[in-house]
């Protein structure tokens, strides 16, 4: 299958769209299975601090791929996973301020990606539709979390 250049390759499309779901399990769970909401919101918490780490693991994948890799790089690339980590270990109990953190580092992630010159024409269109997609989740999911 041939696909129209600078369009989003169909499996990092499917893969990445089948990502979004996750963000999508509070509101979900919500509506269908209102006692799983405590685990939904865990999982939904968990995910995003998961798919912070991939991100700054892509960065980082980037940034050594050359011979000299520029250290600045390398170290910021490190910094979406230790904020997930940190996110989620500091404010386990304060769950609408979690997911609200959790979408601003998502958020900061879009923002260097989009404004970053190494990566292929479509990915920024790519990242900006599954960072709305996860941060419209992650925000639905604040307005409906028990209090």
């Not at 696909?3 to 963000?23: D, E, H, K, N, Y």
């Not at 790089?73 to 270990?89: D, F, R, Y």
């Not at 769950?95 to 260097?112: K, N």
């Not at 996860?134 to 979390?145: D, F, H, N, P």
Request: with cysteine.
């Amino acid at each position: 299958m041939t696909r129209r250049p600078g369009s989003t390759p169909p499996a990092v499309l499917i893969f990445g769209l089948l990502g979004i779901i996750p963000f999508w399990s509070l509101p979900a769970t919500t509506l269908l299975a209102p006692a799983w909401v405590g685990i939904s919101v865990a999982v939904e918490a968990v995910y995003a601090a998961l798919i912070l780490s991939f991100l700054g693991g892509a960065r980082w994948g980037l940034a050594v791929r050359g011979p000299s890799p520029n250290p600045m790089v390398v170290g910021l690339a490190m910094t979406p996973t230790l904020a997930g980590l940190v996110i989620l270990t500091l404010t386990h109990s304060l769950v609408r301020p979690q997911l609200l953190a959790l979408a601003a580092g998502l958020t900061l992630c879009w923002v260097w990606d989009v404004r970053a010159k190494d990566l292929p024409p479509w990915y920024r269109r790519f990242r900006s539709l599954l960072t709305l997609g996860a941060v419209t989740g992650l925000c639905v999911s604040v307005m409906l979390v028990p209090q």
